[in-house]
């Protein structure tokens, strides 16, 4: 079982950046695909990035690609999203999940994902 710890959130104005972490504690944090979503008021939590266990393969939303970046290291046990160029649309609620590798695995799919921390707020102004 992992718990996982969000954090970077906070108010920033259009066009700046900021760097999401989330920390994962328990052990063998390698091994799990992570993702971030987010979720907006009135909206369902949508993906936004993902990496896989050893950051071979990341994967982004459309809305996001070019702007964002998710990245990981393994021996902090932490995974981050770089968020560049942010526009107000970007605001919401940012949530960090992990995934037990498989077969299946889709990262875009909520489902795919068995732990999730408890969020941190941007907020993008124009």
């Known amino acids: 079982q992992v718990q996982l710890v969000e954090s970077g959130g906070g108010l920033v104005q259009a066009g700046g950046s900021l760097r999401l972490s989330c920390a994962g504690s328990?052990?063998?944090?390698?091994?799990?695909?992570m993702g971030w979503f987010r979720q907006s008021p009135g909206k369902e939590r949508e993906f936004v990035a993902a990496?896989?266990?050893?950051?071979?393969?990341?994967y982004y939303a459309d809305s996001v690609k070019g702007r964002f970046t998710i990245s990981r290291d393994n021996a902090k046990n932490t995974v981050y999203l770089q968020m560049n160029s942010l526009k107000p649309e970007d605001t919401a609620v940012y949530y960090c999940?992990?995934?037990?590798?498989?077969?299946?695995?889709?990262?875009?799919?909520?489902?795919?994902?068995?732990?999730w921390g408890q969020g941190t707020q941007v907020t993008v102004s124009s």
């Open positions: 999940a992990a995934a037990n590798p498989h077969s299946g695995y889709s990262p875009p799919t909520r489902g795919n994902y068995d732990y």
């Open positions: 328990g052990r063998a944090f390698s091994y799990y695909y």
């Open positions: 990496i896989r266990g050893r950051a071979t393969d990341t």
